[in-house]
């Protein structure tokens, strides 16, 4: 079991900068996959970014490539959301998520993830 810990959300002005965390209770073997996902209300939860914990491959959304930037730490079982130029439209919860039997076709899907964080709550706003 997996338990998974998200924080460094907030309020930041459109055009601002904010970086996540994602630790995680136990360490991640090289098979991991870690992602984020955000949720605004009343929409699907989508996937934000993915991280392959074995090689440290990355895959974004077409909506963040350029502004967000995922990574990890090599010594705790730690990844990173790096987000850059927020827009209001970023506003959402932030969700960490992560699997240890992804395939890459399955990486920007939210049902394949067996692990959750609770969420972190990004707002932009002027």
């Known amino acids: 079991q997996v338990q998974l810990t998200e924080s460094g959300g907030g309020l930041v002005e459109p055009g601002g900068s904010l970086r996540l965390s994602c630790a995680a209770s136990a360490r991640t073997s090289s098979r991991f996959t870690m992602g984020w996902f955000r949720q605004a209300p009343g929409k699907e939860r989508e996937f934000v970014a993915a991280i392959r914990w074995n090689g440290g491959h990355t895959y974004y959304a077409e909506s963040v490539q350029g502004r967000f930037t995922i990574s990890k730490a090599n010594t705790e079982s730690t990844v990173y959301l790096q987000m850059n130029s927020l827009q209001p439209e970023d506003t959402a919860t932030y969700y960490c998520?992560?699997?240890?039997?992804?395939?890459?076709?399955?990486?920007?899907?939210?049902?394949?993830?067996?692990?959750w964080g609770q969420g972190t709550q990004v707002t932009v706003s002027s």
């Open positions: 998520a992560a699997d240890g039997t992804l395939i890459l076709s399955s990486i920007r899907n939210k049902d394949q993830y067996d692990y």
